[in-house]
T-cell receptor
Framework: KQEVTQIPAALSVPEGENLVLNCSFTDSAIYNLQWFRQDPGKGLTSLLLIQSSQREQTSGRLNASLDKSSGRSTLYIAASQPGDSANYLCAVTGFQKLVFGTGTRLLVSP | KAGVTQTPRYLIKTRGQQVTLSCSPI?????VSWYQQTPGQGLQFLFE???????NKGNFPGRFSGRQFSNSRSEMNVSTLELGDSALYLCASSLETALGAFFGQGTRLTVV
């Protein structure tokens, strides 16, 4: 059974810092890995998708890496801003379903 | 193009009632999946439909059911509501599994 873990559970940083969120999974048989952000009471916004054959993806200040063999992914956020404050979720895609981690709640202070 | 649309956004129901939630996927997407999000359990997979066929189902009681129509729109139904069914219900659509999932804003269900 696939299990996804995210560390840390919460993170508080001052504006401008670079930060790394971690995601680990137990079964390397995945189609892809997605990073999402969720604002309070809202749906999930897809940030980055890394397909199983890829090692990393970049979008603006975000960079995500994937190491299938070790079951790990990291989301790097450069020059953090207060607007980055949200819950960040990683999810791995298996047999027609996503398995989610428990999330990292990020607070960026001005 | 329009994203995933879920209706209604908010619902308040009484224990024992039933409820139907609706999801319209992104145009061209034939896969629709449903997830339940609660503070205690996080995001859990309910079921996935592709071209009107249920391909996968999560570990939920039979009170939770769904269907998909020929236009790919999907509905999920919860019968005999319990207090523990209070949650944010999220729908996601995909073109293909490997191309990622896109989520709607969710339906917040409160059972009183």
């Amino acid at each position: 059974k696939q299990e996804v873990t995210q560390i840390p559970a919460a993170l508080s940083v001052p504006e401008g810092e670079n930060l790394v969120l971690n995601c680990s999974f137990t079964d390397s048989a995945i189609y892809n890995l997605q990073w999402f952000r969720q604002d309070p009471g809202k749906g999930l916004t897809s940030l980055l998708l890394i397909q199983s054959s890829q090692r990393e993806q970049t979008s603006g200040r975000l960079n995500a890496s994937l190491d299938k063999s070790s079951g790990r992914s990291t989301l790097y956020i450069a020059a953090s801003q207060p607007g980055d404050s949200a819950n960040y979720l990683c999810a791995v895609t298996g047999f027609q379903k996503l398995v989610f981690g428990t999330g990292t709640r990020l607070l960026v202070s001005p | 193009k329009a994203g995933v649309t879920q209706t209604p956004r908010y619902l308040i129901k009484t224990r024992g009632q039933q409820v139907t939630l609706s999801c319209s996927p992104i145009s061209g997407h034939r896969s629709v999946s449903w997830y339940q999000q609660t503070p205690g359990q996080g995001l859990q997979f309910l079921f996935e439909y592709f071209s009107e066929t249920q391909r996968n189902k999560g570990n939920f009681p039979g009170r939770f059911s769904g269907r998909q129509f020929s236009n790919s729109r999907s509905e999920m139904n919860v019968s005999t509501l319990e207090l523990g069914d209070s949650a944010l219900y999220l729908c996601a659509s995909s073109l293909e599994t490997a191309l990622g999932a896109f989520f709607g804003q969710g339906t917040r269900l409160t059972v009183v």
